[in-house]
């Protein structure tokens, strides 16, 4: 549907500007995401380095963090996930409205990092929300926090208005709200969200 | 000095004068059930029903400041299986000493120094919340760290070291 690049460059020396709606309506998407201003542990201190003057997030569009969930686009998971928190960040996930994204940033967001083993930190966010970027590192140095913003930026310029594709603020049959999951005896409850986690839990019997 | 004295009777033959113990000897000499100074640290155990007149006898005796109420789980190899240590700062001596209590696993209690120390009110919650000790006379023994709703103590050496998933 695109428009084809020569014919643009063509076009653009006659002064004459081609496009189409939906490369017009992701331009402008991709360059006004606003994060959530909301740090988790060690990784936030990376998140905040990319946000200063040095790295400047805001060359991207991204330089509003906004202290409330209901203004952002945007939720970097920076930093290790313990079942406490856990429902916390899935309710303030649910707040956000769409479009939504989010990057899960560091070993521990991603699968629990050095502390997978721990009887009390979450095995990676993924298991209850949608995950849209994934940053490995122990923290990842602002560079990879700026290389996962563009990859999202990548993403979000080829999503497609129109189809099966389409992104979820598009489509109304779209889950919006996901399960918050509940401290129980030994671990939260469910231990997964089955619908965003697609491979089998470990040790499904014991959890509760 | 020696390097290491081990036991009340050593330590009390070579470090009788010391400041805390000549303290604890003079007011209730039988509380102290047991001594060490290694690697340049003094621990004193205490009979753990006298423990909270004994904190204020040391506190009497220039040890101010509570630095740290802790425990260890020597489960399967020890019984009495809890040590609760407590670290005392001394600022005009500028010297910290341990002073701990060994509790049975039957029935892993102890009396709240919170009257002498008010600090260890938090110290203490965090033995509770993660060892299973309780606190007599705590005025607010709740979990701290953990949800509420969890079960067991997850640093007793018999909790699974990974959890339970």
Known sequence: ?208 | MSATLHGKDAVLAEMGQHPAISAVMEKMPDALTDARWDREELTLTIAPEKLVPVAGVIRQAGYNFLEDVTAVDWFPAQEPRFQVSYHLLSHARKERIRLRVMLAASKPEVETITDVWPSANYYEREVFDLFGVHFAGHPNLRRILMPDEWTGHPLRKDYPVEGYR
């Open chain 1, 1 to 208: 549907m695109a428009v084809e690049p020569d014919l643009k460059i063509e076009l653009g020396k006659q002064g004459v500007f081609v496009t189409t709606l939906n490369e017009l309506y992701n331009w402008g998407r991709r360059n006004s995401v606003w994060p959530m201003q909301f740090g988790l542990a060690c990784c936030a201190i990376e998140m905040i380095a990319t946000t200063m003057a040095r790295y400047d997030l805001a060359r991207f569009g991204a330089e509003v963090f906004r202290p409330s969930p209901r203004q952002a686009d945007l939720m970097i998971i920076s930093g290790t996930v313990t079942k406490k928190m856990a429902p916390q960040v899935v309710r303030l996930y649910n707040q956000m409205a769409e479009p939504r994204y989010v990057i899960a940033m560091g070993a521990c967001a991603i699968s629990g990092g050095p502390f997978k083993q721990g009887y009390n930190v979450l095995k990676g966010i993924d298991r209850y929300i949608p995950v849209d970027v994934h940053i490995p590192g122990c923290p990842p140095r602002p560079e990879a926090l700026i290389h996962a913003f563009m990859t999202l930026q990548k993403k979000i310029e080829a999503q497609p208005l129109t189809g099966e594709a389409r992104p979820r603020h598009l489509n109304a049959e779209a889950q919006g709200e996901f399960p918050v999951p509940v401290p129980s005896a030994h671990d939260l409850n469910p231990p997964v969200n089955r619908l965003v986690w697609p491979l089998p839990a470990p040790n499904p019997g014991e959890s509760a």
